[in-house]
């Protein structure tokens, strides 16, 4: 079955330690995303990339790290600069844009890592 | 800045009422609009999405939203509601920008009362 996968399901983090959350995907994909959800904020966008070796901040980059070297996996780094960094985070992927039958096509997301700080 | 609102972080129904979700866009540009539901711990699903064509648009588990123009909305309603809908439910927008990263509301969660 195609799909996104991320791990691990649930992550904890000692203060001033770097942390990498695994994302996954096997439906040919080029586009890819990470979220950051935090209660009554909605999700909120920390990098996405379009295209196998490049990536773009988006609007909450602060303490964040990406690579994309192959275009199934976009692993997200959560560095110890990240001031709080406690929340649900997501992973999403999409045909790239101006691809496919519409000229927009929508975003399908993983399961969701939850990381906690202790 | 373009924005997503969506009125209400809480709406309770009935089963088998009326379901109705709000969500208002802020932009001189029409977006593409998207409404996506959670479940407690789980990604996000798609219910429906607008792009071009008509206006009313009809989704999954028996959901659909209209876009109107003229009042920046995309309201998401469902005619019965059931207990199975208790969930989180998202507004997204996106406009026809290189970025095409998704914009989304703050998220209104739908309790079911039986």
């Known amino acids: 079955d195609g799909g996104i996968t991320q791990s691990p399901k649930y992550l904890f983090r000692k203060e001033g330690q770097n942390v990498t959350l695994s994302c996954e995907q096997n439906?040919?994909?080029?586009?890819m995303y990470w979220y950051r959800q935090d209660p009554g904020q909605g999700l909120r966008l920390i990098y996405y990339?379009?295209?196998?070796?490049?990536?773009q901040k988006g609007d909450i980059a602060e303490g964040y790290s990406v690579s994309r070297e192959k275009k199934e996996s976009f692993p997200l780094t959560v560095t110890s600069a990240q001031k709080n960094p406690t929340a649900f985070y997501l992973c999403?992927?999409?045909?790239?844009?101006?691809?496919?039958?519409?000229?927009?096509?929508?975003?399908?997301f993983g399961p969701g890592t939850r990381l906690t700080v202790l | 800045a373009q924005s997503v609102t969506q009125l209400g972080s809480h709406v309770s129904v009935s089963e088998g009422a009326l379901v109705l979700l709000r969500c208002n866009y802020s932009?001189?540009?029409?977006?593409?609009l998207f409404w996506y539901v959670q479940y407690p711990n789980q990604g996000l699903q798609l219910l429906l999405k607008?792009?071009?064509?008509?206006?009313l648009v009809k989704g999954i588990n028996g959901f659909e939203a209209e876009f109107k123009k003229s009042e920046t909305s995309f309201h998401l309603t469902k005619p019965s509601a059931h207990m199975s809908d208790a969930a989180e439910y998202f507004c997204a927008v996106t406009w026809d920008t290189g970025r095409r990263a998704l914009t989304f509301g703050s998220g209104t969660r739908l309790q079911v009362q039986p």
């Open positions: 999403a992927s999409s045909v790239r844009p101006g691809q496919g039958t519409s000229s927009y096509n929508e975003q399908f």
């Open positions: 932009s001189s540009v029409p977006p593409y």
């Open positions: 990339s379009q295209i196998v070796n490049d990536f």
């Open positions: 439906l040919n994909h080029d586009a």
């Open positions: 607008y792009t071009t064509g008509a206006t």
